[in-house]
């Protein structure tokens, strides 16, 4: 990893300075959330006796690892009651009401002060949106072409999807996008494209892909084929080359991750056509869609970055706007190329529009927050926002190095890798998103350097906790994150 990150100057655009949670809330007014009981998953993986070693690495096993799914929400539900005859004279309902809202609000604010593991801004102020609240908007069918139904936000919907144009370098006649629902919408919309163009074409994605890929593939009874991953979790090209190979006869149709879901890594765009390109596959037998989930709105901002641009030949790309941007509901920009659309649009005379969109009805007032805080922050403020994410995502790796903890960040990532806490209930207190013995930190706008060193403080406290409770020694993580990153008895 390098030590510095260079980021690149961008155009200005309209400045705004924006409001942060306030902290000013009774904890002990929160009820504490009990686990729920730990479920051991078996037949997963090889046995003790199965593990090798590699140079000095053990070879991870699943089997017996404990997994603790989450707590079974019919045990704290809020029921829906009828209210009493005479509760409009006497308002106990509405007063009822009122009281839980209170403490859900104080139970979100208390939840969002320990919130590190999971890629979403919670530093944002939309305040001046209040007055839309009581509009039904709905962008149903195609966002380029108005309905008979007037309540909608196409104009904002589209000076968003501009935006990204510009961001990714496609004129605005050679694009076609819209506002998703969230991200996993934008991969099944970019892959049920793909198959489109393709319909006989095999879907490779790397192991490291986001789930919602191999769901496209069960979706859309597509044959998928898993790439293996580089030790960063970024696809490996020499892998790739030999299932390209092995199905040269049948076009391709390739996810690349800008960003994987744990590990934060940037899959090589340009080295992948380039394997593409050396198997025989020429421009018009294969489809490539960019999963920008997370760090496609960042990478534009970083020199070094592979950059993701229609003037390479990809076929789509989507980004979720409620992670980096900081929009307060699941959304997303999916955008592919104008020329592919067709094969997917039909009109629709109940709408008196088209549509080819994968919902139909969609979320109105998205857009509107989109091109709200796109106004607000515009490529400058992206830019310091990108700066500050790598900067304390570099702090925290080398603190918890510092503190003895194995941890690893990938160069163009702000999501930080480390061992695993023994304490479950650590884990869902700082919501922390883990897999095998890892787990991640992903670094937002919002997360403070008092933030990370209040859980660097009570993390290395609990450790040595743990320890002493019998768990022994911290496990070997060189498996997932690289001897050089593992500071476990045998590669310290």
Request: aromatic share 8%; with cysteine.
């Given at each position: 990893m390098a030590g510095t990150v260079e980021?690149?100057?961008?155009s200005p655009n309209v400045k705004g300075k924006m409001e942060i949670l306030t902290d000013d809330f009774d904890p002990t007014a929160v009820a504490v959330e009990p686990l729920p009981p730990v479920v051991t998953v078996t037949n997963v993986g090889p046995s003790e006796s199965e593990e090798e070693e590699d140079e000095g690495v053990k070879k991870p096993t699943k089997k017996g690892r404990e997994?603790?799914?989450?707590?079974?929400?019919?045990?704290?539900?809020?029921?829906?009651?009828?209210?009493?005859?005479?509760?409009?004279?006497?308002?106990?309902?509405?007063?009822?009401?009122?009281?839980?809202?209170?403490?859900?609000r104080k139970n979100l604010m208390e939840r969002t002060k320990h919130h590190l593991g999971y890629p979403y801004n919670l530093d944002f102020d939309y305040g001046a949106l209040a007055q839309l609240q009581h509009f039904s908007i709905n962008n149903l069918g195609d966002p380029f072409i108005e309905s008979n139904y007037g309540v909608h936000s196409r104009q904002f919907e589209v000076g968003v999807l501009d935006w990204f144009a510009r961001l990714w370098e496609i004129e605005k006649n050679e694009y076609w996008g819209y506002i998703t629902n969230?991200?996993?919408?934008?991969?099944?919309?970019?892959?049920?494209?793909?198959?489109?163009?393709?319909?006989?074409?095999?879907?490779?994605?790397?192991?490291?892909?986001?789930?919602?890929?191999?769901?496209?593939?069960?979706?859309?009874?597509m044959e998928c084929v898993k790439v293996d991953t580089l030790i960063s979790g970024e696809i490996d090209c020499s892998d790739f080359r030999v299932?390209?190979?092995?199905?040269?006869?049948?076009?391709?149709?390739?996810?690349?991750?800008?960003?994987?879901?744990?590990?934060?890594?940037?899959?090589?765009?340009?080295?992948?056509?380039?394997?593409?390109?050396?198997?025989?596959?020429?421009?018009?037998?294969?489809?490539?869609?960019?999963?920008?989930?997370?760090?496609?709105?960042?990478?534009?901002?970083?020199?070094?970055?592979p950059k993701v641009t229609f003037k390479k030949p990809i076929g789509s790309v989507s980004v979720s706007g409620h992670k980096f941007v900081g929009c307060p509901m699941p959304c997303g920009v999916q955008i592919t190329r104008m020329a592919h659309i067709n094969v997917l649009s039909s009109n629709v005379e109940y709408l008196a529009s088209?549509?080819?969109?994968?919902?139909?009805?969609?979320?109105?007032?998205?857009?509107?927050?989109?091109?709200?805080?796109?106004?607000?922050?515009?490529?400058?403020?992206?830019?310091?926002?990108?700066?500050?994410?790598?900067?304390?995502?570099?702090?925290?790796?080398?603190?918890?190095?510092?503190?003895?903890?194995?941890?690893?960040?990938?160069?163009?990532?702000?999501?930080?890798?480390?061992?695993?806490?023994?304490?479950?209930?650590?884990?869902?207190?700082?919501?922390?998103?883990?897999?095998?013995?890892?787990?991640?930190?992903?670094?937002?706008?919002?997360?403070?350097?008092?933030?990370?060193?209040?859980?660097?403080?009570?993390?290395?406290?609990?450790?040595?906790?743990?320890?002493?409770?019998?768990?022994g020694q911290p496990p070997c993580v060189a498996a997932d994150i690289g001897k050089e990153n593992c500071v476990c008895t045998l590669h310290k």
């Amino acid at each position: 990893m390098a030590g510095t990150v260079e980021i690149e100057t961008a155009s200005p655009n309209v400045k705004g300075k924006m409001e942060i949670l306030t902290d000013d809330f009774d904890p002990t007014a929160v009820a504490v959330e009990p686990l729920p009981p730990v479920v051991t998953v078996t037949n997963v993986g090889p046995s003790e006796s199965e593990e090798e070693e590699d140079e000095g690495v053990k070879k991870p096993t699943k089997k017996g690892r404990e997994i603790v799914l989450g707590r079974n929400v019919h045990t704290t539900c809020l029921a829906v009651t009828e209210p009493e005859a005479n509760d409009e004279f006497t308002g106990d309902k509405e007063a009822y009401m009122a009281g839980v809202l209170a403490r859900y609000r104080k139970n979100l604010m208390e939840r969002t002060k320990h919130h590190l593991g999971y890629p979403y801004n919670l530093d944002f102020d939309y305040g001046a949106l209040a007055q839309l609240q009581h509009f039904s908007i709905n962008n149903l069918g195609d966002p380029f072409i108005e309905s008979n139904y007037g309540v909608h936000s196409r104009q904002f919907e589209v000076g968003v999807l501009d935006w990204f144009a510009r961001l990714w370098e496609i004129e605005k006649n050679e694009y076609w996008g819209y506002i998703t629902n969230c991200g996993t919408e934008g991969n099944l919309h970019g892959i049920l494209v793909g198959r489109e163009v393709f319909p006989d074409g095999i879907l490779y994605a790397s192991r490291e892909s986001h789930y919602s890929v191999f769901k496209a593939a069960r979706m859309y009874r597509m044959e998928c084929v898993k790439v293996d991953t580089l030790i960063s979790g970024e696809i490996d090209c020499s892998d790739f080359r030999v299932k390209l190979l092995a199905n040269k006869d049948k076009p391709a149709i390739l996810n690349v991750n800008i960003g994987t879901t744990v590990k934060g890594a940037v899959d090589d765009v340009d080295l992948v056509i380039q394997t593409l390109e050396e198997c025989g596959f020429s421009h018009d037998r294969f489809y490539i869609h960019c999963d920008g989930a997370l760090f496609g709105l960042m990478m534009p901002f970083v020199r070094r970055a592979p950059k993701v641009t229609f003037k390479k030949p990809i076929g789509s790309v989507s980004v979720s706007g409620h992670k980096f941007v900081g929009c307060p509901m699941p959304c997303g920009v999916q955008i592919t190329r104008m020329a592919h659309i067709n094969v997917l649009s039909s009109n629709v005379e109940y709408l008196a529009s088209r549509d080819a969109t994968i919902m139909g009805s969609r979320n109105g007032h998205a857009p509107i927050f989109l091109w709200y805080t796109l106004n607000r922050k515009g490529y400058k403020g992206f830019q310091k926002e990108v700066q500050k994410c790598l900067r304390n995502a570099h702090y925290l790796k080398d603190q918890l190095r510092g503190a003895g903890i194995s941890a690893m960040l990938n160069e163009l990532s702000s999501t930080v890798v480390f061992e695993r806490p023994w304490d479950e209930e650590f884990v869902r207190r700082w919501q922390l998103a883990c897999e095998g013995n890892i787990a991640h930190v992903v670094v937002m706008p919002n997360v403070t350097i008092q933030k990370l060193d209040d859980f660097l403080n009570e993390l290395v406290e609990n450790r040595s906790t743990w320890c002493q409770k019998g768990h022994g020694q911290p496990p070997c993580v060189a498996a997932d994150i690289g001897k050089e990153n593992c500071v476990c008895t045998l590669h310290k």
